[in-house]
């Protein structure tokens, strides 16, 4: 009798060395150097950049002559609009073989830690008295029950 069952077995390394590898993960390759690049683009731009905007700077990348510059917030990065002579010139200077030209500057959120890592404690906001006010003042126009107990007691919780 023949046995139906799925076998797993472990995966065998790949060397990206051998001939065979080399024809069957040049996408593998083109990636990694993609990310060797876009490295390296990055640490240029940051040691261009002064050493709090840099540590704003949470991505790089190259297109054509243009180098793309992306930033976790908006304040940095119009802070290093005012470096972008020193930047450009800091690119051109570390890798002469692609001059760039311009520089773009992009604003992404940072990426969130997933669970496990610490992230910074988020700011929460206190209602006011006067939000309490509207809040409760608005409840009573409410014609469903359940809202309108929600709405009080979310109009207690305003500091007062």
Known sequence: MRNNSLRYTTPRPVHLTAPAAA????????????????????AIAQQALDSTSAQHLI??????????????DANWLTR??????????????ERPSTPVHR????????PVASAGQQTSPRTVSRMTPGIGR???????????????QALFRLASRAHQ
């Not at 024809?23 to 990055?42: D, I, K, P, S």
Request: charged share 25%.
């Open 134 to 148: 509207v809040i409760r003042d608005a409840s009573r126009g409410i014609q469903d029950p359940d809202l309108q």
């Open 103 to 110: 520089v773009r500057f992009l604003v992404r959120a940072r």
């Open 80 to 93: 290093a609009r005012y470096a972008q002579a020193q930047i450009l010139s800091r690119l051109n200077a």
């Open 23 to 42: 024809t069957r993960h040049t996408g593998l390759r083109r990636l990694v150097r993609e990310y060797r690049a876009r490295c390296q683009l990055l």
């Open 59 to 72: 991505g790089a990348s190259l297109s054509g002559d243009t180098a793309f510059l992306t930033f976790d």
